[in-house]
């Protein structure tokens, strides 16, 4: 069962983005390990809040340009 972990800053991306991250990486399964495994691909979007880890060395946040609308 293919299991896709990503991690992304909150707010970064839209219900609408994530849904299709969902479809395309479950594609990209299905390319690799035949239909079969369309059922068990499991993509897991993990919302990391502002200030829950460092980049370069220093807390990060989301800048607002970046931010979902």
Same mark, same amino acid.
């Given at each position: 069962?293919?299991?896709?972990?990503?991690? /992304?800053p909150? %707010?970064?991306?839209? $219900?609408?983005?994530? /849904?299709e991250?969902?479809? *395309?990486? $479950?594609?990209?399964?299905?390319? =690799?390990?035949?239909?079969? &495994?369309?059922?068990?691909?499991? &993509?897991?979007?993990? +919302? &990391?809040?502002?200030?829950?880890y460092?980049? %370069?060395d +220093? !807390?990060?946040? !989301?800048?607002?340009? =970046? *931010?979902? +609308?």
């Amino acid at each position: 069962m293919p299991f896709i972990n990503i991690k /992304t800053p909150e %707010a970064a991306l839209s $219900t609408a983005q994530k /849904t299709e991250i969902g479809h *395309r990486l $479950t594609e990209l399964m299905v390319e =690799y390990f035949s239909e079969a &495994v369309r059922p068990h691909t499991m &993509v897991l979007i993990e +919302e &990391v809040r502002d200030g829950g880890y460092f980049r %370069a060395d +220093e !807390l990060f946040v !989301l800048p607002e340009a =970046y *931010r979902a +609308e």
